[in-house]
């Protein structure tokens, strides 16, 4: 048999891939006007990655599995059968639902056993891009993830042509229990790049030796590098579009002049990415399945559990690469879209990996004192931030000299951008660390992305399309804190890992409330609710973005509005499977026996 070029790789591999993710199919098809049953198996299945078979776990034997598609308005009919030795469940991410419905095993369901079949059945109440994956031990990393898409019932506020699903994942043939091993032993085990005696020496030619040497100290004291942005790298990941990796260049296909959608979904286990096309303006149009005011972005970071749709209008002539790239830059996965197969466009150069700054330590935020060095870092350690460090004193004088020559220099003045300086409770033996000074961080692009040329997307630019349903100010304010201990891999909330946090948070049914998150720990934490959702306070006022997972940067403060509308059970944690494992986790009661909120 001949194969030519690429379209020859990609043909072979073609019967491994789901049908909604082949080249040239698109996503869209007939509306059912019936809710149809849909029957999803789960068993485990030899997953084939650049030519080496591991044992993966899938629905309907595909990774990522079939996808769902539903319709606003009609009553979701899903069968799900365990095939496995163990017990599994599915959870619908972002879905608003009846909590027996959610899928969260030990919290409003018992799980399904090996062998069962469990019927979900659940009313659409609402219609976008969303996903589906278990929440039962290491099952999403092995491969049980599926797209869902449910349509509107009324047209869409945007137009485009066609549209295509882009399900970003990490594939290891570690499982992920080794992984979680290799990390509790060694918290860098798969950081390979570390700082060089090198890397001293250019700071000390850049920021003078007290600072480049008192940098490192602190850096020490926190048993942590500047180079640890991502705990699970690409030294055991292969990064995924569509099930396939970059070698393989997923294609969707394009006619000219025509408007393309592009579903955008991180059903990663560990990995938030950068994603691009080089050459094409991106316009944002939805964020986790609500729309949004457009908005033109070259670039957009995404978590997992995050959802974007963006529309892209190819040229005539041409292939793009749609470049997703690992947020450490430890690895990245690519695709293409083309006018015909077996096209393909430049992949972009690499960038360099980033170094986390001072203000990721929740340092040096006062309010107006922030400055850049040469590499555009973002520095800080002057106030009383700094002077609760072990610094040598000349060090800290000369810091606060360099300081004072820059506080003329002001950050951008936005009215909840508000640096809290943080008390006294350290939150326990679980929390490592804690954010002296935290401040929203919604108008920064993130680690790595700070110097971009390119327009990238930040929180601050998601906009409702439609005024917000409840405009009840919050009646009350719950707080907490997102901790860990690096060293240790120990992840939680508010110092206690799930196994020791004694009761759920109680939200009242039917009240307003805000919850306010603060991040003591030098990670991005994707943070997602289920059942209800979380209105980020990003200074839209009646126009707040809806989101079901939200980022929080390293010593960031944001603020979210919740309607609790939602009676039942759900679970609130942090979508990086293995800090979820660790305990980074809540259960929310909502109820109305009228208790307040404890943890
Ligand atoms: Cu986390």
Redesign the pocket.
Known sequence: MHYAGSSGLYFSLAPLLPAWAATGVESRNSHKTKATAIDLTIDSYPFEVNGRIGPAVAINNSVPGPLIRLREGEDALIRVTNKLSESTSIHWHGILLPPEMDGVPGVSFAGIAPGETFTYQFPVKQSGTYWCHSHSGGQEQLGVYAPLIIDPLEPEPFRYDRDYIIVLSDWSFESPMAIMGRLKNLASYYNYEKRTVGDLIQDINTQGFSAAASERLMWGKMNMDPTDIADVTGATYTYLMNGLPSAANWTALFRPGERVRLRVIDAAAMTLFDVRVPGLRMTLVQADGQNVQPVAIDEFRIAPGETYDVIVEPKAEGAYTIFAEAMDRSGWTQGTLALRDGMSAPVPERRKRPIRSMADMGMGSMPGMEMEDHKGMKMGGSGPAASTMPMPPKAEAEMSAEHSMAAGKTIEAIPWTTAVKHGPDHHGVGNAAVAEYSKSRLHEPGTGLEISERKVLVYTDLKSLVVREDLRPPGREIELHITGNMERYM?SIDGKKYSEAKTPMRFQYGERLRLTLVNDTM?E??MHLHGMWMELENGMGPFKPRKHTIIIKPGERWSVAITADAPGKWAFH?H?LL?MEMG?FRVVEVSDDGEGAQI
Do not use: I, Q, S, V
């Open positions: 992840w990670m934490h994707p942090c990086l800090h980074m």
